[in-house]
């Protein structure tokens, strides 16, 4: 199980032209590995490695492990790129221009207990001064692996330090809660309970509204805000998906597993007006997944996923798909038998459901028949 804690660091006026100078230079071998391996095609680490190394050790004046960090950041870089093109994705050679510096366990050495740590850079280590934020205490305890120096946009610098622990083993218990994720309601669990707030959608609304009158606009003023609020957006965003993804863990007990559906290129599937597209290609499934996983793994939930097709279109009680079983967007009524209730309740209640049966196939027991005479 991993974390990552941010550390403010303190460093004095040459220590920071220090940090600068070994940056600039990180960020030019990074560029230049990745543009020499865009032109010839490569994204193999070793071949990339024997390419570049002695040439950007002279060039740059770094130490090696720098070298290596950044040649490695590069080439995860370029496989990244390669597998965006192959799935037909529109891709340019990478390119940064502050590429934050990545360290290993030998190129830094980290003290919570004084607040110190040494770091590499271009004219060897400097010892800096740090502090860290009260929530972050709860981590120190743990191992410190990698780390990745940054500078902000107000000038300060930051180290991220990926600390890592074992994960807490329990065992998997027999309840399920299926969860169905909407546009208008964020999330509706199986047990009938709701999750969101609708001062989330009247945020969106507005900021789609705020968005629309600064680019009919065009001037330069209107380009800044424009900037200014797309930052906002994804700030606010993101603390919508930690505040869900927490109600929903904190719901279940130890043991218990969270089953959603796999949206995995659902913007391409999905068939729907055009006022919730703009809301459907708005909505961070990744991040949410990915806020969920990691915050399950530390509560001892488990999380699992099922094939989104006809959950929304089957009705929970008699299994009739249909359509028109969704008179309404919030509405369900079966055509065959005639349930009713909320329509996100009823998908999460198949989603649960459809887990339960793929779980059953999967741990079913193999029973031999011996067949005599």
Not at 35 to 64: C, I, M, Q
Not at 162 to 191: F, W
Not at 275 to 299: C, D, N
Request: proline fraction near 3%; hydrophobic fraction near 35%; charged fraction near 30%.
């Amino acid at each position: 199980m991993q974390r990552t804690i941010r550390l403010q660091l303190k460093p004095s006026d040459q220590e920071a032209q220090a940090l600068s100078q070994t940056i600039e230079q990180y960020t030019w071998s990074f560029n230049a590995v990745c543009k020499y391996g865009w032109d010839s095609n490569l994204t193999n680490g070793v071949k990339l490695h024997k390419a570049t190394y002695y040439e950007h050790r002279l060039e740059t004046g770094l130490p090696s492990q720098l070298v290596c960090a950044a040649r490695v950041k590069a080439t995860e870089a370029l496989k990244s790129a390669k597998a965006f093109k192959k799935k037909g994705s529109s891709v340019r050679c990478p390119v940064s221009k502050h590429c934050p510096i990545r360290y290993d366990a030998r190129s830094y050495t980290v003290w919570f207990d004084r607040q110190e740590l040494t770091i590499l850079t271009l004219g060897g280590r400097i010892k800096l001064s740090f502090e860290v934020a009260e929530y972050y205490r709860q981590f120190l305890r743990w191992k410190n692996t990698s780390a990745d120096l940054m500078r902000d946009r107000k000038g300060r610098w930051w180290l991220h330090i990926v600390m890592e622990t074992d994960t807490p083993k329990v065992e998997p218990t027999s309840h399920v809660v299926g969860v169905d994720l909407g546009i208008a309601t964020p999330a509706v669990d199986s047990n009938g309970n709701k999750y969101g707030s609708d001062h989330w959608k009247q945020v969106e609304d507005r900021t789609f509204q705020l968005r629309r009158r600064l680019q009919s606009k065009g001037t330069k003023s209107a380009k800044r805000h424009l900037k200014k609020l797309s930052g906002k957006q994804k700030r606010f965003r993101k603390d919508c998906d930690h505040v869900l993804s927490k109600r929903l863990v904190q719901s279940v007990e130890s043991g218990a597993t969270l089953v959603f559906e796999d949206l995995t290129n659902i913007r391409g599937r999905a068939k729907m007006r055009k006022a919730q597209r703009r809301r459907l290609h708005g909505w961070s499934f990744a991040q949410f997944q990915a806020f969920v996983t990691y915050k399950a793994e530390a509560a001892c939930v488990n999380v699992g996923f099922v094939d989104p097709r006809y959950t929304s279109q089957k009705c929970s009680q008699c299994g009739h798909i249909e359509r028109g079983n969704r008179p309404t967007q919030a509405d369900f009524r079966c055509k065959k038998c005639g349930f009713e209730c909320h329509a996100d309740y009823n998908a999460s209640m198949n989603i649960r459901d459809d887990f339960l049966k793929l779980r059953a196939s999967v741990n079913a027991p193999i029973v031999s028949v011996d067949n005599f005479g």
